[in-house]
């Protein structure tokens, strides 16, 4: 098969409808959703384009599911996400080129991407039946204390366009084994992943209204009303914080249980002590995975002044080498940008900074032609004014700038509202810890370009967000504590 037949062909074999009650139907007022290549600037196909009305059918699913998903046998449910996770296994080629298509990210990375969420379906198959309770007498004697943990309930989740799979993994895979249903709205340019994983949950036998997914050019219209309906006991989001922070002001509304996974400006700190080799390559990945599109992107390198130069030099020589081009192509490592607003916003940050002095050691322009190409750029001299200090770039620069002491760079790296992960390198073990603890985010890479992984708690601070996804934590985001006081008659 051809390599544009087996593009065609993955794209075909994927529900473009919505997955509602467990069976796939048109949006109620017929709109159709454009789906594109972002390498290629054509149109992939066309989705199913939601309206509010959509949305609460979705909802309407989701509720009536709700009180037998909740007493399913806790090991079922997790049978379910293993088999889930087989399945996706088995198709990782498929699924990753799917993946590529819709989002532009290299072929390698999309196979990463769906082996990491199918991943979160293993875990959380694991911990389904790992839901425990408690059993106490009370302090004073004679009563008793039972502790049981129950799902939330019905939970929209709502997830970007950066990682269309994992994103909605790390929330489907808590919600399915805790018991709650749920409407997911996957990021309006890359719907496929999600409907494609409905389908094979579908497959794997979870009953009909478990997990509905409604896709929309209208997000905000379609998932207000469902947050005011009243019915929906949970919110999961993931993406910006702008976004984040209306969501909240309308769950407040409802009190709802909230989860947001949000934005970061993440500081990757190399000192002088630190391996310089072994630093490169965690920055390597940690700029330039997912082209630079991840919350945990290092968005600001500060490096001692002992290590600078040979730091940016052979960083510099490695960010240069990368091949660029459309994902699907062998060897690629820097995929096109998924649209030109994305293109624009990192061109106009590299231009400010070298507008106030910013000196380009390499890269620093778009590619000529078709496809939303940014090259890999790597700048210093980067005066403390310019913006790509402040705000996620979302691209393949990284800004390089020195520092004395770990006091000042502790000062440097903590001076933002964000606060999802920093990373760290250094040879010396007390500092690695000390800074560690005095890095304000929510992780931290030590000697460790990635810190992604199902079996931990992934989460940001401050600005970043609220909650964990993962780790054992993962499934309390869709669980109450219920306490039943019980009064206990002494033998007569
Ligand atoms: P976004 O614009 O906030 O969109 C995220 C999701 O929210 C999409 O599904 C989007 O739908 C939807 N949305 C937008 N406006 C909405 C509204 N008014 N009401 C309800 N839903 C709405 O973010 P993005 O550009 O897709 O993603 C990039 C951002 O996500 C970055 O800031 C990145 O750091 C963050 N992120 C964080 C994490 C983490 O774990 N902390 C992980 C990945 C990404 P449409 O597609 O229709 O706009």
């Known amino acids: 098969m051809s390599i544009a037949a087996g593009e065609t062909a993955v794209v075909d074999g994927v529900g473009k409808d919505l997955y509602i009650g467990g069976a796939w139907r048109p949006a109620a007022e017929g709109k159709r959703l454009p789906v594109y290549d972002p390498s290629t600037e054509r149109e992939l196909c066309s989705v199913a384009d939601a309206s509010p009305a959509d949305g609460i059918a979705a909802l309407d699913a989701a509720v009536a599911a709700q009180p ?21 296994s088995e198709r990782v080629d498929e699924l990753a080129l799917l993946m590529t298509l819709e989002m532009g990210k290299p072929l390698a990375e999309s196979r990463g991407e769906v082996a990491y969420a199918a991943d979160f379906f293993r875990w959380f198959a694991e911990e389904a039946v790992r839901i425990d309770g408690g059993y106490a007498v009370a302090p ?43 409407v997911i709205k996957p990021a309006a340019q890359t719907p496929l992943s999600m409907l494609a994983l409905a389908g094979i949950l579908a497959e794997a036998g979870l009953p009909d209204g478990v997990v509905n997914v409604v896709t929309t050019s209208d997000s905000g219209g379609v998932v207000e009303p469902m947050i005011r309906d ?33 934005g970061g400006n993440a500081p990757f700190i190399v000192f002088d002590d630190a391996d310089v080799d072994a630093a490169v390559d965690g920055a390597m990945l940690a700029k330039l995975r997912n082209i630079g ?28 080498a990368q091949p660029i081009g459309r994902g699907t192509e062998e060897g690629v490592v820097i995929g096109p940008l998924i649209d030109s607003a994305a293109v624009d916003k990192v061109t106009t940050l590299v231009d400010d900074a070298v507008e106030r002095g910013a000196v380009v050691r390499t890269g620093g322009s778009t590619i000529d032609g078709t496809g939303h190409y940014y090259r890999p750029t790597v700048l210093t001299d980067i005066p403390a004014d310019a913006r790509i200090v402040s705000e996620e770039i979302f691209g393949p620069v990284a800004p390089i700038s020195t520092f ?35 890095l304000e985010a929510g992780m931290v890479g030590l000697n460790q370009g990635i810190v992604s992984n199902p079996a931990a708690p992934f989460g940001g601070i401050k600005h970043s967000g609220i909650g964990r996804e993962g780790g054992t934590v993962g499934i309390d985001e869709f669980l109450e504590t219920k306490y039943v006081a019980i009064g206990l008659r002494e033998q007569p």
């Open 68 to 88: 037998s998903w909740a007493a399913y046998p806790p090991r079922e449910r997790g049978e379910i996400l293993r088999r889930s996770y087989e399945l996706i």
């Open 140 to 182: 004073k004697g004679g009563g008793r204390f039972l502790v049981a943990r129950q799902p939330v309930g019905p939970s929209i989740l709502i997830t970007p366009w950066n990682f269309p799979m994992a994103m909605g993994t790390r929330k489907i895979g808590p919600a399915i084994a805790a018991g709650c249903t749920s």
């Open 230 to 262: 009243g019915r929906a006991r949970k919110l999961s989001f993931t993406g910006s914080t702008g976004v984040g922070r209306k969501l909240l002001e309308q769950c407040a509304d409802q009190v709802l249980r909230t989860s947001m996974e949000l």
């Open 293 to 320: 599109e991840a919350c945990t992107a290092a968005n600001r390198f500060y490096v001692q002044s002992g290590v600078a130069e040979e730091f940016t030099r052979k960083f510099a020589e490695r960010m240069e």
């Open 404 to 438: 004395e002491t770990e006091q000042e760079v502790l000062g440097r790296a903590n001076n933002t509202p964000y606060g999802l992960v920093s990373y760290l390198y250094t040879g010396d073990f007390d500092r690695a810890l000390r800074v560690s603890e005095a």
